[in-house]
């Protein structure tokens, strides 16, 4: 089992839908859960990153961490086009590799018009 | 400073070659990793430094991999002897002492032929 597992998509939504973006992840030591967009070809962005259970909201975009359940999502509210992307989430612990990141395997966004 | 710098942004090159690739990390972070991510992956840890000390190595760094971060400011990663599975995108990232956030570059794209 890999300690981080997300759904490789592709999720194809309309225009100005609200997205929602999951994963889970097994090992309780992981202290910080972000979110990364990566268009093609290029480097992964940082979107936003949470450290504590419940809710933190940037813009359109809210991210929500569970704890309890070891589960994470991203939401998109009023998706663009602009928004066609893979989503990576990426978790980090305290251990003896610095900030290092265990990456999910990425979700593919297409938003159409 | 505009962010963390990879250089070059492509290579071609044919089985048996050595390469070597550069990043730049932004000028006050003192941590340093590099990434590999395959298509439909997300990326992957291989290594990190916390200044210039290399303090963790991943299994997938097999010995014809070698990084440095010689004055603790820019990093090469080299791989001797390639093969054709080392062909992927090679990340870079780097963070501040003040945060958790990693930034990355726009990669690498190896292509071992």
């Known amino acids: 089992q890999k300690e981080v597992e997300q759904d490789p998509g592709p999720l194809s939504v309309p225009e100005g839908a609200i997205v929602s973006l999951n994963c889970t992840y097994s090992?309780?030591?992981?202290?910080?859960f972000m979110w990364y967009r990566q268009y093609s070809r290029k480097g992964p962005e940082l979107l936003m990153y949470t450290y504590s259970s419940g809710n933190k909201e940037d813009g359109r975009f809210t991210a929500q961490v569970d704890k309890s359940s070891k589960y994470i999502s991203l939401f998109i509210r009023d998706s663009q086009p602009s928004d066609s992307a893979t989503y990576l989430c990426a978790i980090q612990g305290l251990t003896g590799g610095g900030n290092k990141l265990t990456f999910g395997t990425g979700t593919q966004l297409k938003v159409e018009l | 400073d505009t962010g963390v710098s990879q250089d070059p942004r492509h290579k071609i090159t044919k089985r048996g070659q050595n390469v070597t690739f550069r990043c730049d990390p932004i000028s006050e972070h003192n941590r340093l990793y590099w990434y590999r991510q395959t298509l439909g992956q997300g990326p992957e840890f291989l290594t990190y430094?916390?200044?210039?000390?290399?303090?963790?190595k991943s299994r997938l760094l097999s010995d014809r991999f070698s990084a440095e971060r010689p004055k603790g400011s820019f990093s090469t990663l080299e791989i001797q002897r390639t093969e054709q599975g080392d062909s992927a995108m090679y990340l870079c990232?780097?963070?501040?002492?003040?945060?958790?956030?990693?930034?990355f570059g726009q990669g690498t794209r190896l292509t071992v032929v």
């Open positions: 090992n309780s030591a992981f202290q910080y």
């Open positions: 430094f916390q200044n210039e000390a290399q303090l963790e």
């Open positions: 990232a780097s963070t501040s002492p003040r945060g958790p956030e990693a930034f």
